[in-house]
């Protein structure tokens, strides 16, 4: 029999730490944005549209100085100083101080790269000073379809005032300060501040399961799917069955798929499928292995099997994919 493995606060880290330790963060792309008075950007998503590839782009907004309003698909929150909001599937906002403010497109006003230093673009030279560091980075987890199903369209997290995130508010503190004294490196270090300040927003909204679970992943509080994508992600290589998924889940094999489908619009073997190429994604952009190691390593009887089900899933095969990420 399969052994059913204890379901409780650990289930849920042991697999938000399997997510998370997938996160690859590449191509990112930052400038400072400091408007005044009244204000209003496009609600375009231009940001995903500097990149070379809208795969997995994730745009952001770190607020280092001032307030401004957010609107998002007809909501609206204030962002005040020492807030980060990501945006997982770069959906299209707006920013702004003020009422009818004019219009102003950061974006179209940023000079050609190779930067030597960040960006920093002013706008006005009235009160209420306003300072935003902007950007997006390539985010790999955010191909796999999945978590997209699962994921808000807007992360807002307020680091101000909060003493589990006393580092992540220091971490803006030491952006916002490499940004106005640039030294040598300091190119490089912001990029590098932030992508660990992005992988901690994210770790933070998944892991805060007493405030975001039930709104954020549902998923995460039912038992059930709980043991299966513990075990689908602890041991993806694994030749598992429907059978065995189900036992350990202590559910029926139909039981477990009504679950899947309800919760995530999915099957348990489509999941593991997707599991499996995700990773191999991964592997192909971040490592030489060849193209039939991952294949045989990702449960493929052959390359051929492996071309074919990347190709569907990816939209291009494994070597273009590879290519892709490495050009």
């Known amino acids: 029999m399969t052994e059913i493995p204890n379901v409780g606060e650990g289930t849920y880290v042991d697999l938000l730490s399997s997510v998370l330790e997938s996160v690859r963060l590449s191509g990112s792309l930052q400038f400072c944005f400091m408007p005044s008075g009244d204000?209003?950007?496009d609600a375009k998503p231009s940001l995903?549209?500097?990149?070379?590839s809208n795969t997995g782009v994730m745009p952001f907004?770190?607020?280092?100085?001032?307030t401004c309003w957010l609107r998002i698909e007809g909501d609206e929150v204030v962002l005040h100083a020492g807030d980060i909001v990501v945006f997982p599937f770069g959906t299209g906002h707006q920013l702004g101080a003020g009422?009818?403010?004019r219009l102003i497109i950061p974006?179209?006003?940023?000079p050609q790269k190779p930067w030597a230093r960040t960006p920093v673009l002013h706008y006005g030279d009235g009160p209420d000073l306003v300072r935003?560091?902007?950007?997006y980075l390539h985010c790999e987890v955010l191909d796999f379809a999945p978590l997209q199903r699962v994921l808000p369209k807007l992360v807002h997290?307020?680091?101000?005032g909060q003493a589990e995130l006393a580092w992540l508010s220091s971490m803006v503190r030491q952006i916002v300060r490499e940004v106005d004294e640039?030294?040598?490196g300091s190119q490089s270090m912001i990029e590098r501040m932030t992508e660990l300040t992005l992988i901690e927003v994210l770790r933070h909204q998944m892991s805060d399961a007493e405030k975001n679970v039930v709104q954020t992943l549902p998923v995460m509080s039912d038992a059930v799917l709980s043991r299966c994508l513990n075990a689908i992600h602890r041991n993806p290589e694994r030749e598992w069955t429907l059978r065995e998924l189900a036992s350990i889940s202590a559910v029926s094999r139909s039981g477990l798929i009504e679950r899947f489908q309800t919760a995530l619009d999915t099957s348990p073997m489509r999941y593991l499928r997707d599991w499996r190429l995700y990773l191999a994604s991964v592997r192909l952009r971040n490592t030489s292995d060849s193209i039939t190691r991952v294949a045989i390593e990702s449960n493929y009887g052959s390359e051929a099997a492996f071309n074919r089900a990347f190709t569907r899933a990816y939209g291009l095969s494994p070597g273009a994919w590879r290519q892709q990420g490495n050009g």
């Open 107 to 110: 974006t179209g006003d940023l």
């Open 182 to 184: 640039p030294r040598h």
């Open 157 to 160: 997290i307020r680091t101000t």
């Open 99 to 101: 009422k009818d403010g």
């Open 61 to 66: 907004h770190i607020m280092a100085e001032g």
């Open 132 to 135: 935003l560091l902007c950007g």
């Open 39 to 41: 204000w209003q950007t």
């Open 48 to 52: 995903a549209n500097l990149s070379a």
